[in-house]
């Protein structure tokens, strides 16, 4: 049989069965994690004297030889050999020639994906953890600029309160960096090593489970073997914690295309970041925005793939579990081209101040101020609030904006409005006034950006 596990078949594997279960054309991802694990490994098993020391230096050797040789392009991985810890082994017992059959001992593909996948997932969640961090930078060099910068504040996508532009954009800050203390949290878990765990209940061969793990870096063993080679709860907070990075940037970038639209003008991306149409000449189109948008869909599919495959498995190991990786590849992929455009795209947007000023001078806005005003001078707020709905009202019907009314049109709905209400109304004056911890007011923004600065590296 030319099966490394065809001992007990007495008839090749289907071809088309050969290449519906072969994971090889996607797990190859996990070539220089697995080639990491079986070093340590096979040093254990000298160590452990399990096998001769003379031998897991020739597979060392081997190891590293082939590793070499993936670098440089020069493997071809088969689909007749399944995945890449058989295409692994094999390259090796041609490398060496059989004593790299014994790098196996003491363990399973099942143990052996499972570490490889933790020692994936802890060097991505890291790589992601650094991206994140990028990207506040950029919102943090943009916020910098712009702490005056007044543009209309929303609720129900309808104009709200005046606020900082830079207090806007670091609520996007705080996202990811919950987003970054999420991950990091995270990496705990991912750092347990199932190495060891055999099929699912352990090997009799005395091996050193602790020493593996330290090899590797980890931080401790499963204390389950079934538990260890069946648990893929690291990949599904993972993906989960992909799911709300993506859906951050979503929010982001649904803004970007908002903000750059004729209709708002408050911002222009670089050029860059945009494409053209193939009949209207005049169109600049915000596609990495909108692109970031939809690509947040694949991986909430990604996440809920996982866990539909994972419901209803008995433990411990099972083939289902092959359905695992393909998700997890292509949400680091899709998470690592989201934050390397991001990062430059929100760093080189221009900001339309002009725009953004415009916008607030010409609507009502500031009208909770009013409300504000009359509460100082004394009226009970739900009477202020009244008082200001029908001057909101009265200026619509006349065309007018609140700094537009005179003071005896006020007058006429309370006697307390004097001519320091011109003076509260402007929107540099509303945002300034919003003094309170954590609020839009200028000083408020620069503590802010102060404390911030502590969460970049």
């Known amino acids: 049989m030319s099966k490394l596990w065809g001992g007990r078949f007495t ?3 289907d071809k088309l069965v050969e290449e519906f279960t072969a994971s090889i054309t996607f797990d190859k991802e996990l070539a220089s994690e697995d080639i990491e694990g079986s070093i340590a490994h096979v040093q254990m098993l000298g160590d452990c004297g399990i096998i001769a020391i003379e031998d897991a230096n020739t597979i060392k050797e081997g190891l590293l030889t082939i590793q070499q040789k993936i670098n440089n392009g020069n493997v071809e991985f088969l689909v007749e050999h399944e995945d890449i810890h058989m295409n692994i082994e094999k390259l090796l017992i041609d490398e060496i020639g059989p004593v790299g059959g014994k790098l196996h ?6 143990d052996q994906v499972a570490t490889d996948m933790h020692l994936y997932l802890r060097k991505q969640t890291k790589s992601i953890i650094g991206l994140l961090n990028d990207v506040q930078k950029a919102i943090m060099n943009q916020a910098k600029d712009h702490i005056d910068t007044i543009l209309p504040g929303y609720t129900h996508l309808q104009r709200a309160q005046p606020i900082s532009f830079a207090h806007h954009l670091l609520a996007y800050f705080w996202m990811l960096e919950r987003d970054k203390e999420r991950l990091q949290d995270s990496l705990k878990r991912i750092n347990w090593s199932p190495l060891g765990a055999g099929a699912l209940a352990g090997t009799t061969f005395p091996i050193d489970r602790q020493q593996t793990a330290e090899l590797l870096g980890f931080d401790m063993v499963y204390p389950n073997s079934m538990d260890a080679v069946s648990d893929r709860d690291f990949i599904v907070e993972f993906l989960s914690h992909a799911s709300l990075i993506m859906t951050h940037i979503s929010r982001l970038s649904e803004e970007l295309v908002i903000w750059s639209s004729q209709e708002f003008q408050f911002i222009e991306l670089d050029d860059a970041f945009c494409t053209g149409s193939s009949i209207m000449p005049q169109k600049k189109n915000p596609d990495v925005p909108e692109l970031l948008r939809a690509k947040t869909g694949r991986v909430y599919g990604n996440l809920v793939g996982l866990l539909t495959v994972l419901k209803g498995l008995p433990l411990a190991y ?3 579990m092959q359905e695992d990786k393909e998700g997890m590849f ?3 992929a899709t998470l690592d081209g989201s ?12 900001v339309n101040k002009d725009k953004m000023h415009q916008a607030v001078s010409q609507d009502f806005s500031n009208a909770t101020d009013i409300a504000d005003y009359l509460v100082t001078k004394g009226l009970p707020f739900r009477q202020a609030h009244e008082i200001i709905g029908k001057i909101v009202l009265y200026a619509i019907n006349n065309q007018k904006f609140l700094l537009g009314l005179t003071i005896e049109e006020y007058q006429q709905f309370s006697p307390l409005f004097k001519e320091d209400i011109y003076e509260i109304l402007q929107p540099k004056n509303v945002v300034g006034a919003r003094n309170s911890q954590g609020g839009t007011g200028f000083q408020q923004v620069k503590n802010q950006l102060s404390f911030a600065e502590q969460f970049i590296d």
């Open 105 to 110: 001992t003491g363990r399973s593909r099942n």
């Open 318 to 320: 099972n083939k289902d």
């Open 339 to 350: 934050l390397r455009l991001l990062a430059p795209m929100i760093l080189t947007m221009t």
């Open 330 to 332: 292509d949400t680091v």
């Open 11 to 13: 008839k090749e594997t």
